[in-house]
């Protein structure tokens, strides 16, 4: 992930430079980040993943949106505006939607590593994500075939709830039941 400028920007500035461009762009305090596009590998892996969280979510209060979709993360206690744009999230607070975006905190946020933004997803999303009180943070590397989860505990801090490499089922502390086989999710 890529400082897209190296001057901070306002929030205004960042959706004109949103509207005007076809790149996926964050806003992280004040600051414009690029996304890569995805690769095969990783347009695959989310699909995967996508369909066995839809099949889970039937008849359930939440709601999968993946990308491109703009979250704005909101709570009273945090200052600033952060506009992500996370591979999969799962929301269950409908409070939030707008015509053009979530506005608020997921309830279960995924992201997919690709080779140039890790350090993006390991560190800045993972502290911004339970910062803001993601119940869940997914992250899935697929060039070590893993996924690990982090779930808030009750000092709403990241703890690790489940971790996999290459075999082996991920489960879901959130949604109580969920499990995906690793085999299947990468499965190209």
């Not at 992280?28 to 690769?39: K, R």
Request: net charge negative; charged share 20%; glycine share 4%.
């Amino acid at each position: 992930m890529n400082q897209y400028r190296n001057d901070s920007v306002s929030v205004e500035e960042y959706f004109r430079i949103r509207e005007n461009s076809d790149t996926l762009l964050e806003y992280i305090d004040g600051f414009v980040y690029m996304s890569p596009s995805p690769s095969t590998i990783h347009q695959r892996i989310s699909r995967n993943l996508e369909m066995n969280f839809l099949n889970f979510l039937v008849a359930k209060p939440c709601e999968l949106f993946h990308a491109p979709y703009d979250i704005e993360l909101k709570i009273e206690k945090m200052e600033g505006t952060k506009v992500v744009i996370p591979d999969i999230s799962i929301i269950c607070d409908k409070s939030g939607f707008t015509d053009a975006r979530y506005v608020g905190v997921p309830s279960l946020i995924v992201e997919i590593l690709s080779p140039s933004n890790q350090s993006h997803d390991l560190i800045t999303k993972l502290n911004l994500y339970m910062n803001y009180g993601v119940k869940e943070y997914w992250i899935v590397n697929p060039m070590l075939c893993a996924v690990t989860v982090y779930a808030l505990n009750d000092e709403n801090m990241y703890e690790q709830h489940d971790m996999q490499i290459n075999t082996g089922e991920i489960t879901s502390k959130l949604l109580n039941g969920f499990r995906v086989d690793l085999a299947y999710l990468f499965n190209n």
